[in-house]
């Protein structure tokens, strides 16, 4: 919130937002695309029911991380960071679950 100057009450107006830069248009558009390339390995695993050769514990690290980033984007109010680790969430966590099921 901004104060104004003037002689009265105090007035606030809220502070307007700044403009979508160019580099984060593109990291929406490249964190859209880095989890399109994640469903192949999600619907491999649960179509498939296999998950040989897939790392839990890489995959335990990558939803950490995501969840970690979603607290952080939500502490930030950054929608770019937070939104976006919805998706990655949910796809770590398909991608766990399903090497839980069937390893």
Avoid: H
């Avoid at 990558?62 to 952080?72: D, E, K, M, P, S």
Wanted: contains cysteine.
């Amino acid at each position: 919130m901004t104060m104004l100057p003037c002689d009265g009450p105090s007035v606030t107006r809220p502070q307007a937002s700044p403009p979508v830069t160019g580099l984060e248009k593109l990291l929406r558009g490249l964190s859209v695309f880095t989890m399109l390339m994640t469903v192949p390995q999600v619907l491999t695993i649960w179509i498939e029911r296999n998950a040989g050769g897939v790392s839990l514990v890489s995959w335990v690290s990558y939803l950490f991380a995501a969840c970690l980033w979603f607290v952080y984007g939500l502490q930030k109010n950054d929608k770019t960071i937070y939104l976006a680790c919805v998706g990655w969430v949910l796809l770590d966590l398909a991608v766990v679950i399903g090497i839980v099921v069937y390893r």
